[in-house]
């Protein structure tokens, strides 16, 4: 046993597990600044988030499925299953995240120009739920 939590899992594993959860948490917080009609603050937290999301899977979690990627290919794995589902909601998430970021400019914009982007806010706010879901049944199913 060893990181953190005594589990099979290594220290910057678990490290990355506190930090999904905490982007969670914060992701909450700022999905409640836009419903009280703070979009700059909203739109600042967003970025951040997607920013350090960003770190993380370049650092952390694109390396570990390269390392890995070999014993990714038994399709009747349900661990493995859970990977690519897991990869595929995650990317999609993140993409519309870093999309919605880079229209938003960090610059403060009105209630209508937000508006617009409104319908894809909403999808990829659950899709990184979702993707945050798997990420914790992946790192259960792996290390537990």
Not at 22 to 27: D, T
Not at 110 to 122: D, E, G, L, P, Q
Request: proline share 3%.
């Amino acid at each position: 046993m060893s990181g953190l939590f005594g589990t099979k899992a290594s220290s910057l594993i678990d490290v990355n597990l506190i930090l999904q959860i905490a982007i969670i948490i914060i992701l909450i917080v700022g999905r409640r600044l836009a419903k009280s009609k703070k979009f700059f603050t909203h739109g600042r937290v967003m970025a951040s988030l997607v920013i350090l999301h960003s770190v993380a899977i370049a650092l952390i979690m694109i390396p570990s499925f390269l390392i890995n990627f070999s014993a990714l290919k038994s399709i009747f794995d349900p661990r493995v299953i859970i990977t690519w589902i897991h990869a595929i909601v995650g990317t999609s998430a993140e993409a519309l995240g870093v999309y919605l970021v880079y229209k938003w400019g960090f610059k403060p914009q009105s209630v209508a120009a937000c508006a617009t982007r409104k319908k894809y806010m909403m999808p990829a706010f659950a899709l990184w739920g979702l993707s945050a879901t798997l990420g914790i049944v992946f790192y259960a199913l792996y290390y537990l």
